[in-house]
T-cell receptor
């Protein structure tokens, strides 16, 4: 177990709705990265948060947004859901400041958009 | 943009046979990481390679980083059924925070 938790584990939404996914990072870590993993594909980088600021973003539209809180936990918000947003959403916790960039992934949230 | 290609997509081996997956980046990387994801699970960090030409071993697993820091490989000697899963490489560019994953190689092991 990595100590990274995500909630909820599963979620079903309809097109146009909004969703918030949550992630608690591992103790001692200050950085959270979010990934989208479609079936049969590798994780795609959405964005990263460090010290409560967005610190890098992948090719995702602005309707994907996030937050990081003072305790380093994080939220991923997706507005105006589309069918293609159906995927496993993974958060990964790491420590920025050392020489090693190992990321610890949480179990993921499986989002289904109908 | 940066792309990371991984081959093969899928490999089915007899238990005891060797397995290799290859990773190629369109750009020079500052480091490359390897992850394993079991069916229904999440990616689990295996190793990070940083130096040009670096070779690291973990028991039956051997990881290599190319001299040009654009390619990498993972070799498993004498596969076991516990090696089943999808192996991903993920590359990070110099001065970047974005980790770009390959599509993964699915390994199945017949006992």
């Amino acid at each position: 177990e990595t100590g990274v938790t995500q909630s909820p584990t599963h979620l079903i939404k309809t097109r146009g709705q909004q969703v918030t996914l949550r992630c608690s990072s591992q103790s001692g870590h200050n950085t959270v990265s979010w990934y989208q993993q479609a079936l049969g594909q590798g994780p795609q980088f959405i964005f990263q948060y460090y010290r409560e600021e967005e610190n890098g973003r992948g090719n995702f539209p602005p309707r994907f947004s996030g937050l990081q809180f003072p305790n380093y936990s994080s939220e991923l918000n997706v507005n105006a859901l589309e069918l293609d947003d159906s995927a496993l959403y993974l958060c990964a916790s790491s420590y920025t400041g050392g020489s090693y960039n190992e990321q610890f992934f949480g179990p993921g949230t499986r989002l289904t958009v109908l | 943009g940066q792309q990371v290609m991984q081959i093969p997509q899928y490999q089915h081996v007899q238990e005891g046979e060797d397995f290799t997956t290859y990773c190629n980046s369109s750009t020079t990387l500052s480091n490359i990481q390897w992850y394993k994801q079991r069916p229904g699970g999440h990616p689990v960090f295996l190793i990070q390679l940083v130096k040009s030409g670096e070779v690291k071993k973990q028991k039956r697993l051997t990881f290599q980083f190319g001299e040009a820091k654009k390619n990498s490989s993972l070799h498993i000697t004498a596969t076991q059924t516990t090696d089943v899963g999808t192996y991903f490489c993920a590359g990070r560019r110099e001065y970047g925070n974005k980790l770009v994953f390959g599509a993964g190689t699915i390994l199945r092991v017949k006992s």
